[in-house]
């Protein structure tokens, strides 16, 4: 089992940044992916980005060029830098892992980021 704790969320203007923080337990994630998702109200979970265990990363459109998904397995933790923010990246922000295949297979409880305008 793999345990996940998001921290880093809160309140910032927009324009501003934000490091959200994924420390991972139970297992040493070197060989898991590691996502970041999030949801904002009334609308779906939708992934932001994503990293292998390689390294490689993608993005959502939304967010390229704005956000920063890294790792530092020593640590056992994935980050997630979030540059330029806009209202509409408020949602509860979710870090994710899995070994392969499609979906993840573990979550954290989330972490609120509000953007205000």
């Known amino acids: 089992q793999v345990q996940l704790v998001e921290s880093g969320g809160g309140l910032v203007q927009a324009g501003g940044s934000l490091r959200l923080s994924c420390a991972a337990s139970?297992?040493?994630?070197?060989?898991?992916?590691m996502g970041w998702y999030r949801q904002a109200p009334g609308k779906e979970r939708d992934l932001v980005a994503g990293?292998?265990?390689?390294?490689?990363?993608n993005y959502a459109d939304s967010v390229k060029g704005r956000f920063t998904i890294s790792r530092d397995n020593a640590k056992n933790t994935t980050y997630l830098q979030m540059n330029s923010l806009k209202p509409e990246d408020t949602a509860v922000y979710y870090c994710?892992?899995?070994?392969?295949?499609?979906?993840?297979?573990?979550w954290g409880q989330g972490t609120q980021v509000t953007v205000s305008s």
């Open positions: 139970g297992r040493t994630v070197d060989p898991y992916s």
């Open positions: 990293i292998t265990s390689g390294g490689s990363t």
């Open positions: 994710a892992a899995k070994l392969g295949g499609l979906r993840y297979d573990y």
